[in-house]
């Protein structure tokens, strides 16, 4: 490389540097937006819930149903934010068997539901799959979830907590990602920051 080309090439990672580009793109890279803050028209509904987009999140607190998205995942990485009262029955649904009747049934459950009956399976639990004690209690503020499925390995950490750790379970092995608004929920559930990256 002559000295005109590598003073051209110190000049732009200088600029890209500037500007805040260098590293930006390998800190990032792979994840995916399924929420934009903006529109869920990427997404079906299934059941009744009213969601709407409020503040630049995905909010519901009437009706009974799902968000789903339209493709299909099965080893992936998946950050959420979400906000749900005390008395709200929700959660994420991962590796759908059957996007059009989501349950526990045929999918994995990671639960967002403080006041469930049986709290071994409530907040940051798999249902039937992966109880957790203590039950962490996420209503009222703000929460995050990462969820990790690769092959038959789960793990799920709330709030840098882990709630659940390698769980192994190779009965669902791949399917589309569901939002939910649960039966017997009084008050509100916010989803906002949505994504995925895919290994």
């Not at 005390?86 to 539901?113: L, M, Q, W």
């Not at 799920?156 to 669902?172: A, C, M, Y």
Request: glycine share 12%.
């Amino acid at each position: 490389m002559n000295r005109r080309s590598f003073c051209a090439l110190a000049a732009a990672t200088a600029l890209a540097a500037g500007l805040g580009l260098v590293g930006q793109a390998s800190g990032q890279s792979g994840w995916v937006q399924l929420f934009d803050g903006k529109s869920i028209y990427t997404w079906d509904k299934v059941g009744d819930a009213n969601w709407r987009i409020v503040d630049g999140a995905i909010e519901a607190d009437k009706g009974n149903g799902f968000l789903v998205t339209r493709n299909s995942y099965k080893d992936f990485q998946l950050r959420a934010e979400f906000w749900a009262d005390h008395k709200v029955n929700s959660g994420i649904f991962i590796r759908c068997t059957d996007p059009k009747k989501i349950g526990a049934e045929n999918a994995y459950e990671v639960n967002v539901y403080d006041e469930r009956p049986d709290p071994s399976y409530g907040t940051g639990a798999i249902v039937n799959f992966a109880k957790v004690s203590p039950m962490p209690k996420a209503g009222g503020k703000w929460n995050v979830f990462e969820i990790t499925a690769q092959g038959d390995t789960l793990t799920v950490i709330l709030n840098g907590q882990k709630t659940v750790d390698g769980l192994k379970d190779s009965k669902f092995s791949a399917g589309p990602i569901a939002l939910q608004y649960g039966t017997n929920s009084t008050g509100a559930v916010k989803f906002r920051k949505v994504e995925i990256r895919t290994m």
